[in-house]
């Protein structure tokens, strides 16, 4: 979560987000251990009720040094749109 948010969210225009789904630990996260991230959009839509926002759904993987998947979640969040208001 610490990646996505310091890697992901803080580069975006972030408002918040509605919470994450489908969270699954699939091996141990070891000290010493060096971590990264894949963010992949699955969808982006305009909020109808503040259109000034955008909700964006993405699956999140994360993977440690050999490469093997050790978590995954699907997040949404709210991102400020460019332009805003249309």
């Known amino acids: ?24 630990w699939l091996r141990p996260v070891r000290p010493g251990d060096t971590l990264r991230i894949r963010v992949t959009v699955l969808e982006s839509r305009v909020s109808r009720s503040k259109p000034d926002r955008g909700i964006v759904k993405a699956s999140i993987e994360a ?13 949404s969040n709210f991102i400020a749109r460019r332009g805003g208001s249309s």
């Open 1 to 24: 979560m610490r990646l996505f948010v310091d890697h992901y969210l803080s580069h975006a225009a972030s408002l918040g987000s509605p919470g994450m789904d489908e969270i699954r």
């Open 63 to 75: 993977f440690n040094q050999r490469d093997e998947l050790v978590a995954t979640m699907v997040g």
